[in-house]
Nanobody, 124 residues
């Protein structure tokens, strides 16, 4: 049974930093791209960042690429989203997802497994 468990969310002031973690089990972690998505109240879930199976390729959306980074450690079955200079617009539930490919895709349909999410709230 596949499990993705996110942690690291919380309440932070604008300009602050958080590091989200996602630990995976029950799947061949090192063979899959991993992604982070977020969903704000009343909005659709959107892709935020992704990393290829080996970690050599990453992609982040324009609104975060100067402030966020993504990394992984395949020996720990863990992927992180490093978030800096947080803005109130970053407030959302953040989800970790396991891709069905070795490459990063932005479409939700390219991800097989999802965590339950962790809340990030940025106050102004």
């Amino acid at each position: 049974q596949v499990h993705l468990v996110e942690s690291g969310g919380g309440l932070v002031q604008a300009g602050g930093s958080l590091r989200l973690s996602c630990v995976a089990s029950g799947l061949n972690f090192g063979s899959r791209a991993m992604g982070w998505f977020r969903q704000a109240p009343g909005k659709e879930r959107e892709f935020v960042a992704g990393i290829s199976k080996g970690g050599g390729g990453t992609y982040l959306i324009d609104s975060v690429k100067e402030r966020f980074s993504i990394s992984r450690d395949n020996t720990k079955n863990t992927v992180w989203l490093h978030m800096h200079m947080l803005e109130p617009e970053d407030t959302a539930i953040y989800y970790c997802a396991a891709g069905n490919s070795t490459y990063v895709y932005t479409s939700l349909s390219r991800y097989d497994y999802w965590g339950r999410g962790t809340q990030v709230t940025v106050s102004s």
